[in-house]
């Protein structure tokens, strides 16, 4: 197993989405790569140039102090979205980019009168890691964090073999009628190989009849398998997947008041079939 990271001021990634710590370089696992390189071209500022286990929080307008264009985006800093909706899609001016801290793998962002937030990264056997969080809130924060989970399987393309499980049945709405991909009793599975151009996406796969679910799911491509395993509850998980990646993004809700800490750990672990 290795594991290469990307520190925040590495230049790597420049983008105003995802959390900038810990931005995964790559992972290799039985001389397959992991977690590589998905998308064609590359740019820093990319809004989703990152690889492997990224995540991303959702904004929030900062408190009264503050103009409604200014806005909080943990991992990243404050935002001026120039009065306009937010779109996680573009590029932003970072008014306060908060101070980063390195100690090999665990990352650190404060960002004043804000918080001091901690992403760990922990590799705990041959096959498996953790990253763990702390979100420290020095003012008030309720929103909600996912995880984008890029893995590439070396260079497989997504189609049949490319299967996705969870402990429970589930189900959701597609974005569209599509004739590649479908709800089976236990996961989702692909009829067929997506071509180069196409993607497919649902944003609310959950429990059949429940509203919320576990934080366990696994994503397989022929003998491998990775499987993830959060201790916070999920309340939705997305999927959204094009024909070199199908990427499933389980969300958390966070709700911190001042003064008080918010954890939560996610264990991924690879194994062979």
Known sequence: MTLELHTPLDGF????????????????????????QWFESYSPTMHDAVLGPAEEFSPVIPGPDR???????????????????YDRFKLYRIVDPGRWEVDG????????????????????????????????????????VYNHNFFTFGKMEVGP????????????TWRAEYDSVGFTESGIRFSRQLQKGESVYTGNIH???????????????????????????????????????ACLEPYNRISVLPGHNFRWNIVYTISHE
């Open 13 to 36: 990634y420049k983008g105003t989405r995802f959390d900038r710590g810990g931005v995964f370089k790559s992972l290799v696992f039985g001389g397959i790569e992991m977690c590589g």
């Open 67 to 85: 103009e409604s264009h200014i806005i909080l985006k943990p991992g990243v800093g404050l935002l001026d979205t120039g009065h306009e909706p």
């Open 105 to 144: 793998m665990r990352f650190r962002h404060i960002l004043e009168g804000y918080y001091d937030y901690t992403k760990e990264i922990v590799v705990t056997g041959g096959s498996s890691f953790e990253i763990r969080h702390c979100y420290k809130a020095f003012s008030a924060y309720e929103g909600d």
């Open 161 to 172: 073999s490319r299967q996705i499980d969870f402990p429970f049945r589930p189900e959701g």
């Open 207 to 245: 429990e059949a009849g429940k509203e919320g679910m576990p934080y366990a799911m696994s994503i397989s491509e022929g003998p491998l398998r990775v499987s993830i395993q959060g201790d916070v509850p999920v309340f939705k998980t997305v999927l959204w997947a094009n024909h070199r990646i």
